[in-house]
């Protein structure tokens, strides 16, 4: 499990997010694009379906028993669900529409943009603004800002108070697919959380 320990550079940074998000939304199956080989959603959440198109991915996720056995050292449940899709998630992933309570968006692209349809009404996004798909979750009518994830010194937690004082560019530039695309990378703003959680309203 060399990728693993590769990825979880920071001993259960990623772990921690997913378990500042589990406390603050309802839901338990998730859908996380672009994923490598971070397995720390399963740590955390019952049900999680993984997809990527490296090609490391594949025999990664084949190793079930090692993975299971990372999974429950950290505390997650010997339960677990998990499921890998090998693919590019801009594809047809033939899953089911509006089936999923939580879509993770982390340093993938434009994840919620291609991936908003598998995630129920009342479902979240939970989107790291890096790579502009904050931005355009921001714009999306399908979706209202519902939290914000500050991160200090390695620990999490997400706010829900004065979100108005979020998602103000600054520089006065209408944000737009068209810009974001071309960009490929976030918008400045004069506030700067870790993540962004926002709810599908539509």
């Not at 997010?17 to 589990?22: G, I, M, Q, S």
């Not at 669900?81 to 982390?106: N, P, R």
Request: charged share 25%.
């Amino acid at each position: 499990m060399e990728l693993w320990h590769k990825q979880d550079l920071h001993s259960g940074d990623r772990k921690r997010l997913f378990l500042a998000v589990r406390a603050a939304v309802d839901g338990s199956t998730v859908l996380y694009p672009g994923s490598y080989v971070d397995i720390s959603a399963s740590m955390v959440f019952p049900s999680v379906t993984y997809v990527d198109i490296d090609k490391r991915t594949p025999g990664f996720f084949s190793d079930t028993d090692t993975i299971a056995n990372i999974i429950v050292a950290e505390g997650g449940s010997p339960e677990t669900e998990l499921t890998f899709i090998d693919g590019d998630y801009t594809a047809d992933l033939g899953l089911k529409q509006d089936s999923f309570d939580v879509l993770v968006s982390l340093y993938a692209g434009f994840v919620s943009e291609a991936c908003t349809e598998y995630l129920r009404v009342g479902g979240v996004l939970l989107v790291a603004p890096s790579h502009g798909d904050a931005a355009m979750a921001s714009i999306d009518p399908r979706y209202t800002l519902s939290g914000v994830v500050i991160s200090r010194a390695g620990d999490y937690r997400v706010r829900t108070d004065s979100l108005d004082s979020y998602l103000h560019p600054k520089k006065e530039t209408p944000i737009t697919r068209e810009l974001l695309h071309e960009r490929g990378r976030g918008i400045p703003y004069t506030k700067s959380p870790f993540a962004y959680l926002f709810t599908r309203t539509s």
